[in-house]
């Protein structure tokens, strides 16, 4: 049978990283099948494109990913694929929470032959099984022999081919340049990021996060050697096709358990493993100088930090006491020694912001070193507990905010400013961070730091801004190199100084574009 796993595209971006689920589910898929990835992302469709792809290649069976913002695309596109008579299965955290509504349980139309709960690695050759016998049921969970909840281990993660994977999609180096880019240094002909985890599961069970009801609070690991070797079939691959290539550990908090995150860096070390890579960590295990060392021996470059707010009030509401405040300049300072830089990441129009939220949160980071700040809005996303606590106070108002998704827009009432004054909290974050002045200052800022990394934060900083307005033509783009050509000619004057642009390799970005792509993919998480 050939089967086709599909993730919508995410209705604001091009996606630069592919979706994990869809390699290791390839991975696990028993012998005997053929299986077709599609990034709606990196390979845009539509509802006849799909339905024609799957009759042209003669598809048996359809797995769909999605999380909530994607859902009604989803759907949509699931619609398509039955109506040719083509069954579909969905996945992911969405219809784990909401398996009534993709079934059509729920009153409305049925979008899916089968819904595949929670994580999916031990039921996805049982469901490839019973489709291709016709037989698909319902619902499959993750339960063991005695109907318990079984959750994988990890401890037999399986071998992602990556050697041979056809990743034609993901690659981010236009096919024009590609030649020529091959040349460059070790080569650029191809760039890719590249999700791997070591990890799942977080127990801190903040009242916003899916994370702790999906993977439950039991923290599982991989191997350290499973993830070595993993990492060297990467290294291997881009290096075998002229290429780079960077890592995002997708674990929700990598160093959630110091100890084993330390043994695991210093066995990266050890192999020779170590490539450019970017993780989310919650700021409070970054106070562990040894920890930041690893980090950056490893090739650890941008480290995602879920701030959230600079108001512990609101952190305490949403049970992220944990985060404090106060130590945050000194967690970015240990970072930025070791030239290891943060995306950090806030939500507005929690329960205690009021109007002016965005400009004091501004204040603090201008006092920081530079990094990449993100801007969302509180989400209640299904069955998490805001969501319930919400739903309960009467606050939702659009409770089924998924099935009409819209960009950085609020489902409830704030409780000290209104919907409005929270989006534009919102905006004047995202204005104001990525003005021509903030990026000349965060250029600035770093006058003592090689060009290479002032260099660096600068084309960051320019593609994040460029995602959140929307600058797909090339006049829009013409138009911010043009506000911010001040600051452009000083690092070329300083390039030409310095003669790097002849060719000194040291004074070239440490690593300019893998930081710029993966930061641009961490952008996405603005959403909150
Ligand atoms: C990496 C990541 C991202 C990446 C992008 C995604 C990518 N290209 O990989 C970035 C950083 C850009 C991102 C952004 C966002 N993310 Co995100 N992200 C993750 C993260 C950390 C890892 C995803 C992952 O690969 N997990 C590992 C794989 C193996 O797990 P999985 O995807 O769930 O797949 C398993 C099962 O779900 C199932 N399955 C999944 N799909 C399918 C399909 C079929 C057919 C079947 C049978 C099974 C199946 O099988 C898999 C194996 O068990 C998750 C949290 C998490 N730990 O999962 C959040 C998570 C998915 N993100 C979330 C959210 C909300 C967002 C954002 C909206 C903002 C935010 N607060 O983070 C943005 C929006 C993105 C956008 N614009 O598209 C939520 C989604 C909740 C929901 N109900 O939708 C999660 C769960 C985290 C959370 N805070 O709650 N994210
Ligand atoms: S927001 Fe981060 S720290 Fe909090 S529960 Fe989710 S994954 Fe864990």
Redesign the pocket.
């Known amino acids: 049978m050939k089967i086709l ?1 599909y993730n919508p595209d ?1 209705g ?2 091009r ?1 630069f ?5 869809m390699f ?2 390839q991975a696990l898929t028993p012998s005997g099948h053929e299986v077709l990835l599609v990034d709606g992302n990196a390979q845009p469709m539509d509802e006849a494109g799909i339905a024609r792809f799957v009759r042209d290649n003669n598809i048996g069976l359809v ?8 859902i009604a695309k989803a759907y949509r596109m699931a619609d398509a694929v039955r109506a040719v008579g083509v069954p579909v ?6 219809v ?2 909401m398996a009534d509504e993709a079934l059509g349980r729920d009153g409305g139309r049925r979008h899916a032959d089968a819904v ?1 709960l ?4 031990a ?2 050759p049982r ?1 490839v099984a019973d489709a291709a016998r016709g037989q698909l049921k319902d619902v ?1 969970a993750p339960v063991d022999d005695f109907g318990q909840e079984s959750k ?1 281990s990890l401890k037999e993660y399986p071998v992602i081919p990556w050697q041979s994977i056809d990743l034609k999609q993901f690659n981010l180096v236009p096919k024009a340049a590609t030649a020529m880019l091959q040349k460059i240094g070790e080569g650029w002909g191809t760039f890719r990021i590249i ?1 791997v ?1 070591s990890g ?1 599961g977080c127990p801190y069970g903040c009242e ?4 702790t009801g ?2 439950g609070d039991s923290i599982r690991f991989r191997t350290n050697e499973s993830v070595v070797n993993e990492l060297l079939l990467l290294k291997a691959r881009a290096r075998g096709e002229k290429g780079q290539m960077a890592v ?1 550990f ?3 908090n990598f160093a959630i358990n110091i100890k084993r995150t330390k043994s695991l860096l210093r066995d990266i070390i050890a192999a020779g493993a170590q490539c450019h890579w970017v993780a ?1 960590i919650s700021a409070n295990l970054l106070r562990d100088e040894e920890l930041v060392d690893l980090i950056a021996a490893s090739g650890g470059k941008w480290i ?1 930090i879920g701030m959230e707010s600079i108001d512990p009030a609101n952190l305490k509401d949403v049970n992220k006491g944990f985060n404090k405040p106060g130590e945050y300049a000194a967690v970015l300072e240990r970072l930025a020694q070791r030239n290891v830089y943060a995306i950090t990441s806030f939500i507005f129009g929690m329960d205690n912001d009021t109007v002016g939220a965005a400009e004091r949160t501004l204040e603090q980071v201008r006092t920081w070193p530079p990094g990449l700040p993100i801007f ?1 809005l509180l ?1 209640p ?2 069955a ?1 507990p805001l969501y319930k606590r919400l739903e309960k106070a009467g606050r939702l108002t659009r409770p089924k905010h998924w099935q009409e998704f819209i960009p950085f827009a609020m489902a409830h009432t704030p409780l000290k400013m209104t919907i409005d004054e929270a989006h534009a909290e919102v905006k004047h974050g995202w204005d104001q961070a990525y003005s021509p002045e903030a990026l000349a200052h965060a250029v600035d800022s770093m006058k003592d730091q090689p060009l290479g990394y002032r260099l660096n934060i600068f084309i960051a900083r320019l593609c994040f801004r460029g995602i959140y307005f929307p600058m797909m033509g090339k006049m829009a783009w013409v138009k911010v190199i043009a506000q911010n050509r001040r600051t452009i000619f000083k690092l070329v004057r300083e390039g030409f100084k310095a003669g790097a642009w002849r060719g000194a390799p040291a004074r070239v970005p440490a690593v300019p574009v893998p930081a710029v792509e993966a930061a641009e ?2 952008v ?5």
């Open positions: 796993l995410n604001v971006t996606n990283m592919p979706h994990l689920w290791l589910l797995g769909i990913g999605a999380m909530t913002r994607m299965v969905m996945g992911g955290p969405h784990t929470e595949a929670g994580e999916a690695d039921t996805w469901i499959y994988p999700p985890e799942r916003f996060c899916t994370v999906f993977f995002f997708i674990d929700d989310q995602f969302g989400t996303l299904p998490t993919a961490i996405q998480g603005a959403e909150g």
